[in-house]
């Protein structure tokens, strides 16, 4: 079983250029964690995830919470979501695997880098993306055996 058997062909992907607010809506209309941050012309350069948000950044982290736990009204906002781009808070560099990878390479990659989804690319550009839901999906139509 290769990553294409498995992985998600309909993969969202977010500009490094769109703010963290876009890059938020994009994670909770999708009911995802993370998204390739592609450039201009659609080549994988990051992943922006779920974590990325609560990661320390210049003291980002500290601001958000306190606006989270602040009073509806009160003086703390989060007007940085608008204002601060992806590229500031996104891994550059993420571990990408192709069509045909095998899934143990797969899943050794996933516990080796302490990810939770790769990014399948083609000549650099994103094609799917293989997460451990996508494994666990794999693994229950395994189980159910051949389909009559």
Do not use: C
Not at 21 to 39: K, T
Not at 86 to 104: A, C, F, L
Request: no cysteine.
């Amino acid at each position: 079983m290769k990553a294409g058997d498995v992985m998600t062909m309909r993969v969202a992907t977010v500009r490094a250029d769109a703010t963290l607010a876009q890059a938020a809506q994009m994670l909770i209309e999708h009911g995802i964690s993370g998204l390739p941050v592609v450039d201009q012309d659609g080549r994988l350069i990051g992943i922006v995830t779920e974590h990325d948000f609560l990661r320390q950044h210049d003291g980002m982290r500290r601001r958000w919470l306190d606006a989270l736990l602040a009073e509806p009204g009160g003086q703390i906002t989060t007007r940085e979501l608008y204002d601060r781009r992806v590229v500031n808070v996104m891994s550059r560099g993420p571990v990408s695997v192709r069509v045909d990878t095998p899934i143990e390479e797969i899943v050794d990659l996933m516990h080796r880098h302490r990810v939770k989804r790769l990014p399948v690319v083609t000549e650099g550009k994103v094609v799917g993306i293989v997460s451990r839901a996508n494994l666990l999906e794999a693994l229950l139509d395994r189980s159910r055996g051949p389909r009559i």
